[in-house]
């Protein structure tokens, strides 16, 4: 039987879940369907006494799940000491300041220069442009081949070094890396905040900052210079700030382990319904 996209929609929207859930919950409704119609004799050539015997036995498991088990397996019915929960309060994936996921590639002089001799090589108006349009052609390439929202953009992205580290001159003014991907904080200091919160000396470089907070996500950040050289830097993500004292924090938090402590609870309880339906034959109740 097709599963027509306006009817999951039409569950997703209603139920308040994602195209994912509401799938599961239409090939659900129709197994049960099935399984009663298998159940009255409903004369189906398609559908085998094998076939229909397991559509039952599915539905029935099903049907169990909904009443017994999922119930009393909610958000709100996760302990607020459960060790999971807990655990989780302190891990950077689910705890933290806005993080922007990102990958860049960066024209610089060679060699290991010192942050003084790095800063002047890189100020000069000469080598600067050099590294602009250097960075430039990378930058038509990726347009061209890489599909920034691909889980492997990073990776496209920096196969074009290959073809544009120069043609092997030890003397080439601007050598290309690869950085990343990474999540950065770019609010982060480098030193403790000041009594009121303020920063004195930001972890980040200033025109950095400024140019990833600008655009599109995902997308393409340059190239634009800094001291440290030139930049083209690929925005994959931003991920909200996720603290304690934010609205939702908690909401966010439990549906964040629900999956994984729904899942473990479930074990659990299949496994004593198991202890149960056997000392339930060894006592002859069955």
């Known amino acids: 039987m097709p599963i027509h996209a306006e009817v999951v929609d039409g569950i997703a929207a209603r139920d308040g879940i994602d195209g994912g859930a509401a799938r599961s919950r239409v090939i659900d409704t129709l197994r049960l369907v099935a399984a009663a119609a298998a159940e009255r004799g409903v004369d189906d050539p398609a559908l085998t006494e ?25 958000l709100e019915d996760i302990p607020p000491g459960d060790p999971l929960l807990q655990r989780a309060r302190s891990e950077q994936r689910f705890v933290h300041p806005t993080v922007h996921h990102v990958c860049q590639i960066i024209a610089a002089p060679p ?78 200091c480098s030193v403790e905040p000041g009594p009121a919160g303020s920063c004195s000396a930001p972890r980040f470089a200033p025109e950095w900052v400024e140019a990833v907070r600008t655009g599109p996500t995902p997308g393409l950040r340059g190239p634009f210079a800094s001291r440290f050289g030139v930049h083209l830097v690929l925005v994959r993500e931003i991920l909200p700030a996720n603290l304690p004292d934010d ?23 299949i496994a004593a319904l198991r202890t149960r339906h056997a000392a339930l034959i060894a006592s002859g109740a069955e």
């Open 50 to 74: 094998a076939r229909r015997s397991h559509l039952r036995r599915t539905a029935l498991a099903r049907l169990l799940l909904h009443t017994e088990f999922e119930p009393t397996h909610r």
């Open 247 to 269: 609205e939702g924090f908690e909401a966010r938090l439990r549906a964040a382990v629900h999956p994984t402590w729904r899942a473990a609870a479930a074990g659990a309880w």
């Open 111 to 188: 060699g290991a220069l010192e942050p003084a001799e790095l800063e002047r090589r890189t100020a000069d108006p000469t080598w600067r442009a050099l590294a602009l349009a250097r960075v430039a052609d990378v930058r038509r390439h990726v347009e061209a081949i890489v599909m920034l929202d691909d889980d492997d953009a990073c990776t496209r992205m920096f196969a074009k070094l290959a073809l544009e580290r120069g043609d092997g001159d030890d003397d080439d003014p601007v050598v290309l890396r690869s950085e990343g991907p990474g999540g950065f904080d770019l609010d982060a």
